[in-house]
């Protein structure tokens, strides 16, 4: 019993002292909050407690979903397989003109075809001399800037009617040839073949100072499509088929001037001088068909690429005017209707910014054939059929020419919005 009871004693110790040990610890821990807390949970006096009774799920994304870690990263929220859409688009378009005018028509006719020459050489130094201006130094590839709107209306389950503007890119542009730093009028003009028919030219187009050719154009630019959207079984992969109407209208001016002198010195108060031009307008109206493929790359930035294209009839217009010293004010009118084509490429990348809006960005291809383009519409024949002393007359016949074609590209920015 006496063993037993020293047992006793030392286990009741040892209780004792285990008892005072949690105590302590446990004082400890009330008296220190936990540096850090789980999301989702509260701390009520020291201890961790879930959302709900039985619930340990805490917000956040789930299980590999891609998360910004910059304030400037895309809106993730509609996940990688976001449907591709927009109700409104506005932004700024800059196009360039990559393609040069062709050849105009020249007096010069081959006998056995019957065809008429085409030339870009509007002027030479001296009789047949030097060439002074051509067509093509002119710089049509300079980017001018307009304005594009897109509008969507939801008609169905992923099909919409959409509403589409862009132009008021106007390019304007010229070059000057001059002989005036060195004292003598040897400029000599495609209208009288460079000084040869009649010989030494005309008073008003030759043995002049300077000659100055100019261009200007604006376009527009407005359809409406019918868009059927699809996604593909992989999701990330989405596009659409579309059709509808488009008008695009493309004016053109081009100009030739000459100064010279009546005597063919420097006594500027009694110039001679020439000013023609060309204006050509385009009006096409047609159908079109095409559609778009998106890719979503991540949660928020998509890339694709549109393309459509369509036959158009071109309504197309050739004016000319003539004012100068021989003639006082001349003009003609000539119209034709052809079969025209246009063909349009679109590449994109869009960057969602949040819920409502995104940036885009976008490579534009525009072609368009069968045109009336100024530049080679400008009509040189027939002005050797001359009056008395060198004198133009404006009894010659309208000429039109409808084979021309234009290039655009450019880039274009802006934002789309979601209501």
């Known amino acids: 019993m006496t063993m037993l009871s020293g047992r006793m004693h030392w286990l009741t110790v040892g209780l004792a002292l285990l008892v005072s040990a949690q105590g302590l610890t446990t004082k ?10 789980p999301p989702g949970g509260a701390m009520q006096s020291g201890i961790f407690m879930p959302d709900a009774p039985m619930s340990m799920s805490f917000p956040g994304p789930a299980p590999g979903e891609f998360v910004s870690g910059s304030p400037l990263g895309p809106y993730t929220e509609g996940g990688g397989d976001a449907q591709r859409w927009f109700d409104f688009y506005a932004g700024t378009i800059g196009l360039a003109r990559t393609s040069n005018f062709g050849g105009f028509q020249t007096g010069l006719r081959d006998p056995v075809t019957g065809v008429f020459a085409r030339s870009q050489v509007v002027s030479t130094d001296g009789i047949s001399g030097p060439v002074m ?37 106007n390019w304007n542009t010229s070059y000057t040839a001059s002989t005036v730093a060195r004292g003598t009028p040897d400029l000599f003009s495609i209208f009288s073949n460079y000084g040869n028919m009649p010989p030494n030219g005309f008073d008003d187009t030759d043995m002049s ?91 928020g930035v998509l890339i694709g690429v549109e393309s459509k294209a369509g ?31 246009l063909g349009e490429l679109v590449a994109s990348i869009v960057y969602r910014l949040n819920y409502s809006w995104s940036a885009k960005v976008s490579y534009n291809l525009l072609y368009i054939d069968n045109l009336a383009l100024a530049g080679e519409n400008m009509n040189t024949r027939d002005f050797g059929n001359a009056l008395g002393g060198g004198n133009f007359t404006a009894n010659r016949f309208p000429i039109i020419d409808v084979d021309g074609e234009a290039l655009y590209q450019g880039f274009s920015i802006g934002g789309e919005y979601v209501f």
């Open 311 to 341: 036959i158009f009839g071109n309504h197309a217009e050739v004016e000319s005017q003539v004012v100068s010293n021989s003639i006082p004010g001349a003009s003609e009118f000539i119209q034709d209707g052809r079969t025209a084509y």
């Open 209 to 299: 100072f300077t000659h100055t050719i100019s261009y200007n154009s604006e376009l527009h630019n407005g359809e409406v499509n019918y868009r059927r959207r699809w996604i593909s079984p992989f999701r990330s992969i989405q596009g659409s088929w579309l059709m509808g109407i488009r008008y695009f209208d493309l004016d053109e001016r081009f100009g030739f001037s000459a100064v010279g002198s009546n005597n063919n010195t420097f006594l500027f108060d009694q110039l001679r001088y020439f000013d023609y031009d060309t204006v050509t307008r385009n009006e096409l109206t047609g159908f079109q068909t095409g559609g778009d493929v998106w890719i979503n790359i991540c949660p």
């Open 133 to 169: 201006l051509r067509t093509d130094q002119l710089s049509l590839d300079r980017v001018r800037y307009g304005l594009e709107l897109i509008a969507a209306l939801q008609t169905g389950p992923g099909s919409n009617v959409e509403a589409r503007y862009f132009g008021l890119n």
């Open 28 to 37: 400890q821990l009330l008296a220190q909050p936990p540096t850090m807390m």
